[in-house]
RNA sequence: GUCCCCGUCGUCUAGUGGUCAGGACACAGCCCUUUCAAGGCUGUGACACGGGUUCGAGUCCCGUCGGGGGCACCA
């Protein structure tokens, strides 16, 4: 395998439904092979499903390699030099290819009815055959065949394979794969509609467009010998193949969902890229846990930049057994990445997301919370539960039993508020003043400064969970703090 | 059913004939601490099984079992 030489390398994906993470985690090896190796990163639409088409995923493909940052040199909206980029723009192409392997006598025209086809296949189960063709038409004269094709008799174009010996391809990750050629099928390469299936479509316009690596999933090794016999019939090199293991559910049971679905209370286990995002996932982190989802550096580095993942990358330590996919390890892989932010870079992440969420966070204000909330954040979501009481004018009622601090009873917490209140009210709300005052008070009050801190944070922020107090105030400011201590100091009056 | 692929802690993995079988997530305990985190330390935990080959096997071979994928005028 030349891994010197610049790859072509390309991602090919069906326009049937959202981007997923199988696929993005083939796109990205695709991208740091091309990038490695100072090659091009090709994006090509395999639109020759006209039942399954879907033009929304053509736009959600193209966004959320975007949002990836997985940008492509040639393809789809970018063009290039190879183009056309979609198949159905190509089909005068796949004629002429269809015309030659027909003359060659590699293929022939089959006129069987799906009806005749469909009981075929009926009567081999029965018989406990293998599912599949029985070869009905293949020894038709041509000339008889051409007869009935030009006399407007629908057919479709089918490989012949050799009925004796077998085929080996070589795949990447796998070495020789070997198989007999009488278990193949005589695949339709043409379908009656006049558009080519996928493996004839792929096998020319990866030769035309001279890519150099294939990587797509391992589903595909099923039918890689037919891609095998393509490449001989047609005369076309063959390119390095990359058969990529299938990601696994959580479960490890059963290959991942390409769809996702919602659990009663909302929740998803995310399987589009576009839901990451939405859950705030940061591309970074999603790119780094695809990484190693089926292939590894040294097996001891795992968090790399874009730029080592780039130059580390090899088929080589690809595995090839499926792997599962862990949500728990993304969630820590963001998590890190999020504390690797600078607080300017994650309060500008953070707007949009809050937004999102109905707060109108000032980004003034939100500058000085994001250092506290920055290492308690797994998700960018996460962040309005810490901070959406700093941008309400009024608290949302909360359970008054929440102000009881550890070992105390809520008969305890007025004197406590009344006491925060005196110790506030004449100082400056700076991190030291907050601290050096609110200890003393607790001192004075002969209770430990937690217990002391808790009624405040509940006070001022309706609930138990917050950031750090001092940061807290000091971001609220004095006015709001004091008449928050207030109001909570009313309802307990009135409770 | 048949063909193909795969098989190291629960999960992701390192290992390429001689290692105390290493790391990460998760989990547990301890430390730190102002709630929650983050961080530090420690711990539990694996070579699917059976035969070979070899002085020596997680590493090579065979079988069994298990898991996954394919078997369309879908990709």
């Known amino acids: 395998m030349t891994n010197n030489q610049p790859a072509r390398v390309r991602y090919a994906p069906s326009p049937t439904g959202f981007f997923h993470v199988g696929g993005a985690r083939t796109a990205l090896y695709d991208y ?118 030009a006399a407007g008799e629908a ?31 005589d695949a339709v390469l043409v379908k009656s509609n006049g558009i080519p299936t996928y493996h004839f479509a792929v096998v020319i316009d990866d030769h035309l467009m001279k890519i150099t690596h294939i990587m797509r999933g391992e589903e595909w090794l099923g039918s890689f010998p037919i891609h095998v016999h393509l490449y001989n019939f047609l005369g076309f090199e063959m390119p390095v193949f990359a058969h990529l293991p299938v990601i696994l559910n959580p479960a490890g049971k059963g290959k991942m969902s390409k769809r996702e679905t919602r659990a009663p209370d909302g929740s998803v286990y995310p399987v589009f890229v576009h839901t990451f995002k939405e859950l705030g996932y940061l591309p970074e982190a999603l790119v780094n846990y695809l990484a190693l989802l089926g292939w590894s550096y040294d097996g001891q580095t795992e968090i790399m930049s874009r730029q080592e993942l780039i130059e580390r990358f090899s088929l080589e330590r690809v595995n090839a057994s499926p792997a599962s996919f862990n949500y728990d390890k993304l969630n820590n892989f963001n998590g890190i990445y999020i504390r690797q932010l600078s607080v300017e870079d994650l309060t500008d992440r953070l707007l949009p997301y809050l937004q999102a969420d109905g707060i109108n966070a000032k980004r003034d204000t939100l500058l000085k919370i994001t250092p506290m909330i920055r290492e308690r954040l797994t998700l960018l979501t996460d962040a309005a539960d810490w901070v959406d009481f700093f941008f309400v004018d009024d608290l949302p009622d909360f359970d008054l039993n929440l102000l009881t601090p550890k070992k105390m009873s809520l008969q305890d917490v007025p004197g406590i508020l009344q006491k925060a209140k005196e110790a506030l009210s004449g100082i400056e709300f700076t991190h030291n003043e907050l601290d050096a005052h609110l200890r003393q008070a607790a001192k004075e009050l002969g209770i430990k400064a937690g217990q002391m801190f808790q009624p405040i944070r509940v006070a001022v922020c309706g609930k138990k969970v917050a950031p750090p107090i001092f940061g807290t105030l000091e971001a609220l400011g004095k006015e709001t703090t004091l008449k928050r201590l207030d109001l909570a100091l009313e309802k307990l009056q009135n409770s």
């Open 32 to 149: 740091l092979l091309a990038k490695k190796t100072g090659g091009s990163f090709i994006i090509r639409i395999e639109d020759t499903d006209q039942k399954r088409y879907n033009p929304d995923s053509v736009r959600d493909l193209l966004d959320s390699l975007r949002y990836l940052g997985l940008d492509w040199d040639e393809g789809a909206e970018v063009g290039g030099d190879y183009g056309p980029y979609t198949q159905t723009e190509r089909l005068d192409i796949y004629q002429k290819y269809s015309q030659q392997i027909l003359d060659s006598g590699h293929a022939y025209r089959c006129f069987c009815s799906s009806e005749r086809l469909a009981k075929v296949n009926e009567d081999r189960q029965k018989a406990k055959l293998n599912p599949g063709y029985d070869r009905f038409c293949r020894n038709i004269p041509p000339a008889e065949a051409e007869r009935r094709a």
């Open 155 to 185: 057919f479709v174009l089918r490989i012949k394979i050799p009925l004796e010996g077998s085929v080996t391809g070589y795949d990447a990750i796998r070495g020789d794969i070997t198989v007999a050629n009488a278990v193949l099928n």
